[in-house]
């Protein structure tokens, strides 16, 4: 007998709104997440059947062990907030100045518990093992994925899935893409190494401030210049630093960015496009420079049986109306790190709703996102481990 998995997630919805506020009141940022962590913790303990672990210093895994083999399919859910200081108005504000969830991953955390309280009371029904991952750090690379991964707690995973809410989608819709869902986010950091002096004496000098125009300048024609049309490729220039005063020529000036990809090749060549530039300029003016390049997160690239799978369950729950397949995205994600151990589906859950006020983007002092959707990510988590585990 199938699960009647919408009266189990409704009845569930207010305990689950209760938690996501809770953890939207208290924030932590990444690798801080020190009582969001234990929070979770005692809430998975108070659950009964789970095996519990703490992989890493601000991370949970429970591990739901069915009485027979079979499947082992992985759920997971991040639970750091960001920097940013909330201008919402609302009872349930972040208590801590200067830091909030702009990203919805009090959500998702709150989804995934709700998804093992569910399956934790069939657990004499489940053929393998659903593991629940409640990760750190996703926001601040190298990330809490890549932690989590390198202490074995996703080892023997067959499959593995994850819920982002997303406040650009109406909601309740799912958000599907087959192949690749995210863009790799890389760093790359200049230094322009000129000769300082007095503002009314630049023959005198090196100016690196000249020389960083035109180094930012140049690096804009990697894209269009470099990469097909067809290709997403983004650099950016988002920090530049220089000088301590308005009549002085400084020594140095320091640059840093990001790029943005899907395809690997690109990504290799996109540090050689830019120190070649960075190299030529400072060359052409007597500058030195040094330059370093750090890769983050690779790209989510859904699986295509598992993807597949999501897509069927969605269609056969909430009908081909509330499909909505979207392009790749641009943010990075290190749900990545886990597709490494396993093929997995990382879905995506409108959350936005204009009536209600819900329309500020992600990273936003405004973020906020319509509850509605929570219980319907509960839902989803619990008919895949139904399909996967359980029939």
């Known amino acids: 007998m199938s699960l009647d998995t919408k009266r189990l997630a409704d009845e569930l919805a207010e305990q689950v709104v209760a938690w996501r506020r809770h953890l939207h009141q208290h924030p932590e940022l990444s690798f801080e997440e020190e009582q969001t962590s234990q929070y979770v913790y005692e809430k998975l303990q108070s659950f009964g059947k789970l095996e519990l672990s703490r992989p890493t210093k601000t991370s949970v895994v429970a591990r739901l062990i069915g009485s027979q083999p079979g499947k082992v399919l992985g759920m997971r859910a991040d639970m750091d907030a960001l920097p940013i200081h909330e201008e919402n108005d609302v009872p349930y504000a972040s208590g801590k100045a200067g830091v909030m969830h702009a990203c919805g991953h009090d959500g998702h955390t709150a989804m995934l518990l709700g998804a093992a309280k569910i399956l934790s009371q069939y657990k004499d029904r489940i053929k393998g093992e659903v593991r629940f991952f409640f990760q750190h750090a996703e926001e601040l690379p190298p990330g809490g994925a890549v932690e989590i991964v390198r202490a074995g707690a996703a080892d023997g995973l067959d499959s593995i899935i994850g819920i982002h809410l997303a406040s650009y989608m109406p909601v309740g819709k799912f958000g599907v893409l087959y192949g690749a869902l995210t863009s790799s986010t890389d ?27 035109q180094v930012i300048t140049a690096l804009q024609q990697i894209v269009s210049r470099n990469v097909s049309a067809l290709d997403k490729v983004v650099l950016s220039v988002t920090m530049l630093n220089a000088g301590t005063a308005y009549n002085i020529i400084p020594d140095t000036l320091t640059l840093t960015g990001s790029t943005r990809c899907f395809n690997a090749t690109i990504r290799e060549n996109l540090p050689v496009w830019i120190e070649r530039i960075v190299k030529g300029i400072t060359e052409a003016h007597g500058a030195g420079y040094e330059f370093s390049f750090s890769h983050g997160y690779t790209s989510v690239v859904n699986d295509e049986q598992v993807t597949r799978l999501m897509e069927d369950i969605i269609r056969e729950r909430w009908g081909e109306e509330d499909i909505m397949y979207i392009d790749p995205l641009m943010p990075g994600e290190d749900f990545s790190e886990y597709l490494k151990k396993a093929p997995g589906c990382f879905i995506q859950l409108g959350a936005g709703n204009p009536e209600k ?29 139904q399909k996967v585990v359980i029939e």
């Open 357 to 385: 006020g819900f329309v500020y983007p992600h990273h936003h002092p405004r973020f906020d996102f319509d509850e509605d959707a929570l219980a319907r990510g509960v839902e989803l988590f619990v008919r895949a481990a």
């Open 187 to 213: 760093r790359f950091d200049v230094k322009i190494q000129g000769k300082g002096g007095h503002s009314s004496q630049p023959e005198s000098a090196i100016d690196p401030v000249v020389i960083g125009a």
